[in-house]
């Protein structure tokens, strides 16, 4: 299945999920829920808290997170405000992942005293880190097996592919500034090969790199808080342009020990069903399944 084919079977998917799920209207587009229903928290799963989240987070109505099914906006919400209820099944979820490098994710985060897990964060002040509007979809702390302290970068794709740059806006002059926080954190970091800067900066991979550098930037600011980061990036296994985008990217790191991973939803539900706790965590992965795994 091409990306345009997945983007059209994705949407219809939205649509009928809609429609037998939700409500049958919808409001300019047929993956947006009415603006009452996305008031209601239409969107989001209904338990664990998700949708006051989503209202504590962003109490302004805005289209795009409450009332576009198909964007990706509301779907880190979704995916991981229910880890925060169970840390033990949250730590077994991504030992799965990241191959038990996690000996424990515990309540309260290092970098602010605030929650642990973190839906579209970013450390300030951002001249300390990359100086940009760059933020991790969502955001974990945790103590590595070797005690040491790490992050967790996730950044969350559905349909979406890469995006164009906006000529003569700040960051296409930041990414074509040799002095820039990009490339000075990118040297400082030393995880790329030689003579990558070039490529790395293209459409294609630009987001993955800012990802992977908010993260690495946190480990150079905050000397001495955190050892380890790794940057990941979620997505359903249908969208290929992230399968090969990430195949090729991680090629261009110099080693990649927990540093880059690109984790299908696929891979994510699997690990979720074998630790899942409960039947509480098990209607929410059916949930998760029924609403965002495209086999048509």
């Known amino acids: 299945m091409t990306n345009s084919q997945f983007k059209k079977a994705a949407r219809q998917h939205q649509v009928n999920f809609r429609q037998n799920n939700i409500e049958k209207e919808y409001n300019t587009y047929v993956t947006w829920l009415?603006?009452?229903?996305?008031?209601?928290?239409?969107?989001?799963?209904?338990?664990?808290?998700?949708?006051?989240?989503?209202?504590?987070?962003?109490p302004k109505f805005s289209e795009n997170l409450y009332s576009d099914m198909l964007r990706s906006q509301?779907?880190?919400?979704n995916l991981f405000i229910p880890l925060k209820s169970d840390l033990t099944f949250c730590k077994n979820v991504f030992n799965d992942l990241l191959g038990g490098c996690i000996k424990s994710i515990e309540s309260k985060a290092i970098i602010d005293n605030g929650d642990n897990i973190k839906i579209e964060f970013a450390p300030s002040p951002k001249e300390k880190y990359l100086n940009d509007r760059t933020s991790f979809d969502t955001y974990i702390e945790y103590t590595h097996t070797d005690n040491s302290k790490g992050i967790i970068g996730i950044e969350v794709k559905y349909t979406e592919k890469e995006y164009k740059l906006t000529p003569d806006s700040t960051e296409d002059k930041a990414i074509n500034n040799p002095t820039s926080k990009y490339f000075t954190v990118s040297e400082k970091a030393n995880i790329y090969r030689p003579n990558l800067f070039d490529e790395l900066k293209t459409d294609i991979y630009r987001q993955i790199w800012r990802n992977q550098l908010l993260g690495e930037s946190i480990l150079l600011t905050d000397n001495g808080k955190f050892k380890h980061s790794v940057s990941l990036v979620f997505f359903p296994q249908g969208n290929d342009h992230f399968i090969h985008t990430s195949e090729k990217y991680i090629?261009?790191?110099?080693?990649?020990?927990?540093?880059?991973?690109?984790?299908t939803y696929e891979r994510f539900l699997s690990a979720c069903l074998k630790y899942c706790p409960n039947e509480q965590y098990k209607n929410?992965?059916?949930y998760l399944t029924k609403r965002y795994i495209v086999t048509d």
């Open 34 to 58: 009415t603006d009452e229903s996305g008031k209601k928290g239409g969107n989001f799963y209904d338990g664990f808290s998700i949708f006051s989240s989503v209202a504590k987070r962003y």
């Open 74 to 77: 509301h779907i880190p919400f």
């Open 251 to 263: 090629a261009m790191l110099s080693e990649n020990e927990n540093k880059f991973l690109a984790i």
């Open 284 to 286: 929410w992965i059916d």
